[in-house]
């Protein structure tokens, strides 16, 4: 069964500082897919990222990068010089290939204070 | 319209009404999903359209919730005989995944409205 694990419920950082939030995964497949999402207060989930099971490439997006180890099936997201406007919740994603369902974790909830 | 619509916002019920949430999702996206998230917990599957075949409801936690999407396009989430623990927002999500190299598994951007948030009491 696919399941994913944020360990960290709550994060409080001062602003500028570097954060990274955590995200383990479970899963049989072999193909899969892992996202993460931002909700700010306002409710919305935004997407920010994809990655396949198929492609280990770190990827970069202005403060934003990912790391995604297959070896440790885990996919972290940190945030580099972290802004007020980062404050949010942070969910991390699983879809396995056979279906699009797609399987969120419980998410963390990240404040930056000014 | 521009983005995936969901109304009401907030609905108040008293134990034992029947509700329904309605969904209006981007103009052309194929498929259609919704999710209930609890207070302080990530979105949980509920249903999954695609046009109007529901092709995956394993998430609906109970016979007294029901989703449809007869044209296509709006869906409605009916949750009959309310109960307390059904307090939660319900989130709809459309993308324009069809299958092929447009599935979500591919694409990765589902399409989320503001919720609509049920306090049953």
């Known amino acids: 069964a696919q399941k994913v694990t944020q360990a960290q419920t709550e994060i409080s950082v001062v602003e500028k500082e570097d954060v990274t939030l955590d995200c383990v995964y479970e899963?049989?497949?072999?193909?899969?897919?892992l996202f993460w999402y931002k909700q700010p207060p306002s409710g919305e989930l935004v997407f920010l990222i994809r990655?396949?099971?198929?492609?280990?490439q770190n990827e970069i997006s202005g403060r934003y990068s990912w790391n995604f180890q297959k070896s440790t099936s885990s996919f972290n997201f940190t945030i580099t010089a972290s802004q007020v406007v980062d404050s949010a919740v942070y969910f991390c994603?699983?879809?396995?290939?056979?279906?699009?369902?797609?399987?969120f974790g419980k998410g963390t909830r990240l404040h930056i204070l000014p | 319209g521009a983005g995936v619509s969901q109304s009401p916002r907030y609905k108040v019920a008293k134990r034992g009404q029947d509700v329904a949430l309605r969904c209006d999702p981007i103009?052309?996206?194929?498929?259609l999903f919704w999710y209930q998230q609890a207070l302080g917990q990530g979105p949980e599957f509920l249903t999954y359209?695609?046009?109007?075949?529901?092709?995956?409801k394993s998430g609906l936690p109970s016979d007294r919730f029901f989703a449809e999407r007869p044209e296509g396009s709006v869906s409605t989430l009916k949750i009959q005989r309310t109960q307390q623990e059904d307090s939660a927002v319900y989130l709809c999500?459309?993308?324009?995944?069809?299958?092929?190299?447009?599935?979500?598994?591919?694409?990765?951007?589902?399409?989320f409205g503001e919720g609509s948030r049920l306090t049953v009491l």
């Open positions: 994603a699983l879809s396995e290939n056979r279906d699009d369902k797609i399987i």
């Open positions: 899963t049989r497949d072999t193909t899969y897919y």
């Open positions: 990655r396949n099971s198929f492609d280990e």
């Open positions: 103009s052309g996206h194929v498929s």
């Open positions: 359209f695609q046009n109007e075949a529901q092709l995956d």
């Open positions: 999500a459309s993308s324009q995944g069809q299958g092929g190299t447009m599935r979500i598994s591919n694409t990765g951007e589902l399409f």
